[in-house]
């Protein structure tokens, strides 16, 4: 029919679906999946990063594991993903909810929240490792004698230091995930709620809690996978110290790569790295409950 009517067979539009989602794939695979099989393979290998390379087994993986700085650098990057997740989910909830309101004061704010996230991870280490300097810094230069403690050059204080930094540039983002999860949910809700007699606080508890799970599930995820990858701002603010107490595996898979040229071991981190990460990704993901795509349809 279609040959005498002059006109081409209809095609199904599921039929480019491939080939639309082709560019995307070739991306991930370039700077994924090849570098990954690259760092995998450089793992069993002994290079300085310059000369030649030389296959050693496990000579690399012996040397890492048996490592006593392994266990700490492990703890230390659990703790500051457990603490710094602790810190910003509540607060990014709270600012998204408050974000998500309708008064015109809060579109402002909610654009000067999200300044942080514009800025230099290592620009905003050098800002912050000035102003708390105990000589030169804030607290010397406005005679406050509580912000004159060598905050650096304790271990608690310096891991206080580095959550407080963390969750200063993060919680722009997050917040704005929890925004974006609250203006989801019906109204209809709300108004049911109010007709019950519900104040803010109960609905906050009965209704945007309850309907922003797998929104929370979701910035889990991405907070605790990239807690993983904390480098820059560490390096700068106290390049893992003093005393280790801040010497994050990230920092330590740079510091035995490019500072002792053991490229080997560096991979090894890597890999446990990206191993750590898919494992907490796969938890959060099975403590939802249900699919990725069955979030979408949250507070329908």
Excluded: C
């Amino acid at each position: 029919m279609s040959s005498l009517t002059g006109r081409r067979p209809h095609r199904e539009p599921r039929s480019i679906l491939p080939w639309l989602a082709a560019p995307a794939l070739v991306v991930f695979v370039g700077f994924a999946v090849v570098p990954l099989v690259g760092v995998f393979a450089l793992s069993f290998t002994t290079w300085d990063g310059i000369g030649a390379i030389h296959p050693s087994g496990l000579t690399s993986w012996r040397a890492v594991l048996n490592d006593p700085g392994l266990p700490h650098a492990l703890w230390v990057t659990f703790l500051v993903m457990a603490v710094s997740w602790a810190v910003q989910t509540p607060l990014s909830i709270l600012l998204g909810t408050f974000m998500a309101g309708r008064q015109r004061y809060r579109a402002v704010l909610g654009v000067v929240y999200f300044v942080p996230l514009m800025l230099s991870s290592a620009a905003i280490a050098i800002a912050y490792k000035a102003l708390l300097d105990p000589n030169f810094g804030l607290g010397a230069g406005l005679k406050i004698q509580a912000l004159s403690k060598d905050w650096l050059g304790r271990p608690g204080l310096a891991f206080g230091v580095v959550i407080f930094v963390v969750s200063w540039q993060f919680i722009p983002f997050h917040s704005l995930i929890y925004q974006g999860g609250v203006q989801q949910i019906p109204k209809s809700l709300y108004e049911a709620a109010q007709l019950d007699g519900a104040g803010r606080i109960r609905q906050f508890f009965s209704i945007t809690l309850p309907q922003l799970k797998y929104t929370i599930i979701t910035s889990s995820t991405l907070m605790v996978v990239g807690s993983l990858t904390f480098f820059d701002l560490i390096f700068v603010l106290t390049e893992g110290g003093p005393a280790d107490a801040t010497r994050v595996l990230a920092l330590d898979m740079y510091k035995r790569g490019f500072q002792a040229s053991l490229m080997g071991p560096a991979s090894v981190i890597a890999v446990i790295l990206v191993l750590v990460g898919l494992a907490l990704a796969l938890l959060l993901r099975r403590l939802g409950g249900r699919d990725a795509g069955a979030s979408q349809l949250e507070g329908a």
